[in-house]
């Protein structure tokens, strides 16, 4: 049986690229801008008022999905060290009894 040196068909360094990625894309997300929304010259104030709505719902929305990409590229990373920390330290007890 063979198994990836990360555990789960990655490989560290993918995991620590992926992580990076989702932590950047947070970013790039957190900042659309949304202000012309509100801004638009409009014939009807249904109009503006449907502008302005869909401007404070993007702005919710792509906070959240920031968030949720910043969160999970944090717990990704973290996923990563631990995974290496983990076996790293296998390593070490399999190579210590061998040692003795």
């Not at 995991?15 to 947070?26: D, E, G, L, V, Y």
Request: net charge neutral; with cysteine; hydrophobic share 45%.
């Amino acid at each position: 049986m063979t198994s990836s040196p990360a555990g789960f068909g990655l490989r560290p360094d993918q995991i620590a690229r992926t992580a990076a990625t989702w932590r950047a894309q947070s970013d790039v997300i957190r900042s659309i801008d949304v202000a012309a929304l509100e801004h638009v010259p409009c014939p009807s104030s249904r109009v503006a008022s449907a502008l302005r709505a869909a401007a404070a719902a993007t702005r919710t929305t792509t906070a959240a999905v920031a968030d949720r990409l910043e969160s999970m590229g944090v717990l990704l990373h973290r996923l990563g060290v631990d995974a290496d920390l983990d076996d790293r330290s296998a390593a070490e007890a399999f190579t210590d009894g061998v040692r003795r």
